[in-house]
Each structure stands twice: as C-alpha cells, then as structure tokens.
C-alpha cells in the first residue's frame, strides 16, 4: 500500500507559479513510477507529468510542456510539480498517482496508477 499525500495548491494570478508537493508513505520502495494528472470542472481527469521513480525519464502532456517541471527527492520520498506561466486553463484539481507496475514507457493514462492522492485545488485567476 502506498499513501500519497498531495499539497500546495491554492489561488494565483495568471502568469505566476506555484509548486505542488506529493509525500509518499507505505511501501514506496515498490513504486516504479508516479505521475501527476488534472481534472477541470465537468473535464476528464488529464494526464499531466510522470517521472520514473528512479528519475531517469520523465514526460508531460504537450500543454504543460516547457512550463511544468516534474522531480522527486527520493530522500523524502516526496515528488514535486513546478507549474510557472500559469493561465486560467491550468485551474483544476491536481493529484498525485504511483504506479507499481513496470511499463515499458511512462503510463499516461489513469487506469495504468495503482494509489492515488486526494487532490489539491490550483485555481489561476485572469
């Protein structure tokens, strides 16, 4: 069992940035990868970043890229997501996913993480 634990979400302007947190706890040593995904209002719930726990490979959904940053401290078992040049259409729900499974490429779809956390509300105001 793995325990995710998502913070730092909140209010910010448009263009600004924030940086969510996702604790682990459990056994995290079975985790290959973890992700981050998204789920606007009345939207599906979006990949957004994976990174292989290992940190080697990362990948990100083509709207995030070169604004999103996804990285790990496996010391504090804990992986980050640096969000900058935010606009309104990053205002969602963010959570946190491990997946224990070995795929060949990082998962992208939801149904490939096994733990998830409870989410963190990022709202960009325009």
């Known amino acids: 069992q793995v325990l995710l634990v998502e913070s730092g979400g909140g209010l910010v302007q448009a263009g600004g940035s924030l940086r969510l947190s996702c604790a682990a706890s459990g056994r995290v040593i079975s985790t290959y990868a973890m992700a981050w995904f998204r789920q606007a209002p009345g939207k599906d719930r979006e990949f957004v970043a994976a990174?292989?726990?290992?940190?080697?490979?990362?990948a990100y959904a083509d709207s995030v890229k070169g604004r999103f940053t996804i990285s790990r401290d496996s010391a504090k078992k804990t992986v980050f997501l640096r969000m900058n040049a935010l606009t309104s259409e990053d205002t969602a729900v963010y959570y946190c996913a491990a997946t224990t499974i070995p795929f060949a490429q990082l998962a992208r779809a939801t149904t490939a993480y096994d733990y998830w956390g409870q989410g963190t509300q990022v709202a960009v105001s325009s």
């Open positions: 990174l292989r726990w290992s940190g080697d490979t990362t």
